[in-house]
């Protein structure tokens, strides 16, 4: 998987995920494509009733170093200021994964 990528506006640095036509910020047209491999989590909630064939129970809001937030969908607990890896998949759902702990 891929990480998800922000658009960001050439003339006031507006970031947008998922990628805009326009800025709505300044009406600018140029973007830049940045990767977006990390956030902290925002905000997050377990779902209870989740669709059949869907193995994840929680929904994320992460906010990037841009300060995007974007939603994903991860297997949790999540805790507030979390950081996480996204990844997004063929299909354009983004995965919030647990970072491992670094055991040096």
């Not at 990037?64 to 990844?87: H, K, M, W």
Request: hydrophobic residues 40%; contains cysteine; positive net charge.
């Amino acid at each position: 998987m891929k990480s998800p990528v922000l658009s960001i506006c050439m003339a006031c640095e507006g970031a947008y995920f998922p990628a805009r036509l326009r800025c709505h910020r300044c009406g600018g047209w140029d973007f830049r494509l940045v990767p977006a491999p990390e956030g902290v989590v925002a905000a997050s909630t377990q779902v209870h009733r989740v669709p059949e064939g869907c193995r994840h129970r929680w929904l994320v809001e992460v906010r990037t170093s841009t300060g995007v937030v974007v939603l994903a969908v991860g297997d949790g607990p999540f805790r507030e200021n979390q950081p996480v890896r996204l990844a997004q998949r063929e299909d354009g759902a983004v995965i919030a994964l647990h970072l491992r702990q670094d055991r040096s």
